[in-house]
T-cell receptor, first 113, second 106 residues
């Protein structure tokens, strides 16, 4: 069975500092991995995805994520955080042999001025 | 190009009433999904459809039915609504999400 874990309920970072939001996954085959952001009372916005190829994936709004197969991780990163990045972030995974897309519990990112 | 649309945006039902949430996409995607999001929680998969005419159960399918009659549309039906189904429902087409339907069951 596939699963995804976001071990931190909340991440706090100062504006201008680098940020990392962690995600680990478990699938039986090859993973397809996704990151989304959700602002209050809004839907989910797609940030980036890993299907195959380069382990470093670049996405929207300056975000990137690194796929690490040996650690089964797909952490979201940004070199310099903005206050406007404060939101709820979700990691999601599906097995390449299935269309079942499962989400983590979410991590709240708070960027302080 | 509207992306993923959902109707209605808001709905209030009484316990035992039925309703269908509609979702449509114009991106020619094969896969479509229905999720629910409860306050302060993540998204839980209700049903998904890998292609037209096929549907599969997700993590929390009980109390729901779905229909994928064509490639564009994927509907979610509550046959007999319960207060526990109060939630925000999101439809997705491949990795793109709709704006959501806020459902309250009293």
């Amino acid at each position: 069975a596939q699963s995804v874990a976001q071990p931190e309920d909340q991440v706090n970072v100062a504006e201008g500092n680098p940020l990392t939001v962690k995600c680990t996954y478990s699938v039986s085959g090859n993973p397809y991995l996704f990151w989304y952001v959700q602002y209050p009372n809004r839907g989910l916005q797609f940030l980036l995805k890993y299907i195959t190829g380069d382990n470093l994936v670049k996405g929207s709004y300056g975000f990137e994520a690194e796929f690490n197969k040996s650690q089964t991780s797909f952490h979201l990163k940004k070199p310099s955080a903005l206050v406007s990045d404060s939101a709820l972030y979700f990691c999601a995974v599906r097995d390449s042999s299935s269309y079942k897309l499962i989400f983590g519990s979410g991590t709240r990112l708070l960027v302080r001025p | 190009n509207a992306g993923v649309t959902q109707t209605p945006k808001f709905q209030v039902l009484k316990t035992g009433q039925s309703m269908t949430l509609q979702c449509a996409q114009d991106m020619n995607h094969n896969s479509m999904y229905w999720y629910r999001q409860d306050p302060g929680m993540g998204l839980r998969l209700i049903y998904y459809s890998a292609s037209e005419g096929t549907t599969d159960k997700g993590e929390v399918p009980n109390g729901y039915n779905v229909s994928r009659l064509n490639k564009r549309e994927f509907s979610l039906r509550l046959e007999s609504a319960a207060p526990s189904q109060t939630s925000v429902y999101f439809c997705a087409s491949s990795e793109w999400f709709g704006p959501g339907t806020r459902l309250t069951v009293t």
